[in-house]
């Protein structure tokens, strides 16, 4: 069975750092490019961030860019999310997700399955 | 940045009805576009893929249907665990989600 389990979440002042990470199992991750996708409190969806298998392209939203940094290590199977500058904005439940299909590079792709998400609050 | 908009925002129906949701893409998108669910407290479940692929496991009472920039979800006959929200989502571009549309018990 695939599965995503994200951690790392938590309350963060603003300006502040935090590292999220998802482990991955089930599959050859490597073989697979990832994603983060987010989700503000009662709010839609934001893709976020995507990274290739081998963790040599990656692409970001303009909401984040020059801000969050997404790496990977396939010898642990995990998917990592650094964030930095964190803005009140910011707030959200983030989701990993394997990207779909296989042919498609990041991040043209549909997303499945999803972890089940780590909180994260920026707040003062 | 491809803008997908769902409607309505809000479907009221009764179990066994048929419910059809809607999403427009601001752009030409071909048929690249997903259909997810979300249930309360729950990481959304993909249901249909490039408009109209059931994804695995998916009943066949979801089918989606469309192309350009329409594209339509449709549940044959409403069971208690379909009430939800759904979303959209386009892989043409840089993926965008649209903003949702809840189906709730009338």
């Known amino acids: 069975e695939v599965q995503l389990l994200e951690s790392g979440g938590g309350l963060v002042q603003p300006g502040g750092s935090l590292r999220l990470s998802c482990a991955a199992s089930g599959f050859t991750f490597s073989s697979y490019a990832m994603s983060w996708v987010r989700q503000a409190p009662r709010k839609g969806l934001e893709w976020v961030s995507a990274?290739?298998?081998?963790?040599?392209?990656?692409s970001y939203g303009d909401s984040v860019k020059g801000r969050f940094t997404i790496s990977r290590d396939n010898s642990k199977n995990t998917l990592y999310l650094q964030m930095n500058s964190l803005r009140v904005e910011d707030t959200a439940v983030y989701y990993c997700a394997r990207n779909l299909p296989q042919t498609a590079a990041a991040p043209y792709n549909w997303f499945d399955p999803w972890g089940q998400g780590t909180l994260v609050t920026v707040s003062s | 940045e491809i803008v997908l908009t769902q409607s309505p925002a809000t479907l009221s129906l009764s179990p066994g009805e048929r419910a059809t949701l809607s999403c427009r893409a601001s752009?030409?998108?071909?048929?690249?576009l997903a259909w997810y669910q979300q249930k309360p407290g729950q990481a959304p479940r993909l249901l249909i893929y490039d408009a109209s692929n059931r994804a695995t496991g998916i009943p066949a009472r979801f089918s989606g249907s469309g192309s350009g920039t329409d594209f339509t979800l449709t549940i044959s006959s409403l069971e208690p665990e379909d009430f939800a929200l759904y979303y959209c989502q386009q892989r043409s571009h840089w993926p965008t989600f649209g903003g949702g549309t809840k189906v709730e018990i009338k």
């Open positions: 990274i290739s298998g081998r963790g040599g392209s990656t």
């Open positions: 752009q030409d998108v071909s048929g690249y």
